[in-house]
Every structure is written in structure tokens, then in C-alpha cells.
């Protein structure tokens, strides 16, 4: 009986100690962590004023572009590469989400559903409108020389849907940024 007291007068110090060590190291992983996730939030911010500022030039150009094909429209003289050159050509805005990716690729658990959500969405909106400028590209290079009517409307409609993705990726931008910046 007399060795187990003594067993646990040395046993609980060891445990406490451990317990403490522990706690302090669940502490400070915390602390790394929300100093991580501040570091990635204020890259974050920076890079979506930097998209905004992109879409912001972009979108002006992409409208020139389908007013310059209205205008031509039934203008056989001039072909899509003309008029596309008539507008200043085509101007595909970039858009950085390189610290959302670290996040995503590193330590996601780290961010709470609801922003996880929300810059999931961006992404999502980031790679809808490379798929729609790839497949105006596509368009374009496979009719540079045509001057037909429906051809022009074609590519106009496709001119109109890209701005009007850019104008909801910069809106999506800036709710982002406003929340972001409202929780520093």
C-alpha cells in the first residue's frame, strides 16, 4: 500500500506536467493558426481589389467590342478580326485567387462553412468565365475572316454574356472584400 502512495505522488506531477504541455501546445497551434489565416484574409483582400481593378478595365472593352459588332453588324466589308480590331481587341481580365488556393490546399478546416461557401463560389465563378472567354476564343479564331450577319450577333451575344459574368464575379468581389474587411 505504502509504494502505491508514493506511485501517485510521482505519478500526478507527470501527469500535470503532460496535461499543461498539452494545453499550451493546443494553444499556441491555435495561435499559428489564426495568424495564418490572417496572413491568407489580408493576401486575400489584396488580391481581390487587384481582380476588381482587372474586371473593372475589362468590362468597358468587352462593351466597345459588342457595340462595335452592333454598329457592323450589317457591314459585309468588315470582318470579325476588323471589327475586333476596331474595338481594341479582346481584353480577358486576371483574376488572382492564388491565397484562397493555399487555403483550400493546406487548411481548409480552418475556415467556417459559410465563408468556405463563399469563396468556393468565386472560383466557381473564376472558372465559368475562363470556360466562356476559352470558348469565344474558339469562336472567334474559327471565324476570323467571316462578315456574315448571324456570325457578328453570335459573337455579340457571346461579348454581352462575358460582361455580364465579369459584372457579377467583381459584385461577388466586392461583397468578399466588404465582409473581410468589416471583420478586421
Same mark, same amino acid.
Not at 69 to 97: Q, R, S, W
Given at each position: ?9 510521482e !505519478? ?5 506536467? !503532460? ?10 497551434d ?18 481581390f ?18 457595340d ?17 480590331m476596331?474595338?481594341?481587341?479582346i ?12 487555403i ?7 475556415i ?22 476559352d470558348r ?7 471565324n476570323f475572316?467571316e ?11 457571346m461579348?454581352?454574356?462575358?460582361a ?21
Amino acid at each position: 500500500m505504502k509504494h502505491i502512495g508514493q506511485f501517485v505522488r510521482e !505519478i500526478i506531477p507527470v501527469i500535470t506536467g !503532460i496535461l499543461i504541455a498539452l494545453f499550451i501546445n493546443d494553444w499556441n497551434d491555435k495561435r499559428k493558426d489564426k495568424a495564418y489565416l490572417d496572413r491568407m484574409f489580408s493576401s486575400m483582400q489584396q488580391e481581390f481589389e487587384e481582380s476588381i481593378g482587372e474586371i473593372e478595365r475589362a468590362i468597358p472593352r468587352q462593351k466597345a467590342f459588342a457595340d462595335s459588332l452592333g454598329v457592323d453588324l450589317d457591314n459585309d466589308e468588315l470582318n470579325l478580326y476588323d471589327i475586333m480590331m476596331k474595338a481594341g481587341g479582346i481584353y480577358t481580365p486576371a483574376i488572382k485567387t492564388n491565397s484562397w488556393n493555399a487555403i483550400a490546399n493546406s487548411k481548409i478546416e480552418l475556415i467556417e462553412y459559410d465563408r468556405l461557401s463563399e469563396l468556393a463560389g468565386i472560383e466557381e465563378w473564376k472558372e465559368n468565365l475562363h470556360m466562356r472567354n476559352d470558348r469565344l476564343m474558339d469562336f472567334l479564331f474559327a471565324n476570323f475572316e467571316e462578315t456574315d450577319r448571324a456570325k457578328k450577333k453570335m459573337l455579340r451575344m457571346m461579348i454581352q454574356d462575358i460582361a455580364r459574368s465579369e459584372a457579377r464575379l467583381k459584385s461577388n468581389f466586392e461583397e468578399l472584400l466588404q465582409e473581410l474587411k468589416n471583420e478586421e
